[in-house]
């Protein structure tokens, strides 16, 4: 058996009734369970319709998201996302590269990098570099004026939690972020890249090794084995290219608002819903978010 799922944006819920029965009667599903009213509604079916495809591009144009899953097994027990872009609305590195007035340089290639056109290392090494010799107190400036978290994220985590799952952030970012995101929202742990600082400067290198899309799986695995639990019962989310491996290897890899090449790559892709979506397509209502 499999469920389809249907979430809109919370800020403007449109998900209506005539959408979803049209739906459910047209691929002959069970009831229609409505997970919140006008944001999100679910129904079972027995196989995976040939026309889905379609389907999605044509509910896309109505500002709907439609995940098809199996039934079983998709409450997950962990939660393992990447953070720019994904938890936070910016990408941390840009937002510092603003401060150092190499803005518009640094978010080209961070794009082409997040879209799979060139070697993570490298893009972070270059990117990196320019930002030398920026005064160490700049982090926490750009944290506090220029990062906003993206909607859903803390009530994704504490609901997941509340239900006796895990939670990690694994970002290709850095620490001196991580860290701070990650106690604001509740992850158990986070890991990340490190920028090298001295004389209270960055000297424009990333301490050794670099965090990209292997490091993501990696973590997939060594935190799994400590938890005793399987991939399979990991929901990983993230919006870039260096998050594929970690994807493809979870139970349920989500691209949030994920950039083109990715998307082309994941079955599951929310683009109106925020991180509540995740919640939504493991089954939880509204009703029951913490």
């Known amino acids: ?6 979430i809109t944006s919370p800020a403007a819920p449109s998900l209506s009734r005539e959408v979803v029965e049209a739906l459910r009667n047209a691929w002959g599903g069970g009831d229609a369970q409505w997970l919140a009213v006008g944001e999100a509604a679910e129904f079972v079916i027995e196989k995976a319709p040939e026309n889905a495809p379609q389907v999605w591009d044509d509910l896309q144009t109505q500002g709907i998201d439609m995940v098809i899953q199996p039934s079983k097994g998709r409450r997950k027990k962990m939660l393992l996302a990447d953070m720019d872009s994904t938890m936070i609305q910016q990408e941390c590195i840009d937002e510092l590269a603003a401060e150092a007035g190499v803005g518009e340089r640094v978010a080209e290639i961070t794009a082409k990098a997040m879209n799979g056109e060139l070697d993570f290392e ?3 090494d270059e990117r990196v570099g320019l930002l030398k010799d920026l005064p160490e107190e700049i982090i ?6 220029r990062i906003d978290y993206m909607p859903g994220g803390k009530t994704l985590v504490q609901t997941m939690k509340a239900n006796g799952g895990y939670a ?13 995101v990650a106690s604001e929202l509740g992850f158990d742990e986070n890991r990340a890249n490190t920028l090298d600082v001295a004389d209270g400067k960055l000297t424009g290198r990333v301490v050794r090794p670099i965090l990209g899309r292997e490091a993501k799986l990696e973590a997939l695995d060594e935190i799994t084995a400590t938890l005793k639990i399987s991939r399979d019962d990991v929901l990983a989310v993230g919006d870039g ?3 594929l491996l970690m994807l493809a290897n979870a139970g349920t890899g989500v691209a ?3 950039k083109p090449a990715l998307q082309a790559e994941c079955d599951v892709r929310v683009n109106h819903g925020d991180l509540t979506a ?8 509204k009703s029951e978010f913490a």
């Open 278 to 285: 995740l919640l939504y397509i493991q089954g939880y209502s």
């Open 140 to 145: 926490d400036h750009v944290l506090k004026t």
């Open 168 to 180: 990690a952030l694994v970002s290709g970012g850095f620490t001196a972020f991580t860290a701070k």
């Open 256 to 258: 949030l608002h994920g």
């Open 241 to 243: 290219m260096n998050d």
């Open 122 to 124: 490298g893009a972070i």
């Open 1 to 6: 058996m499999y469920i389809v799922t249907l």
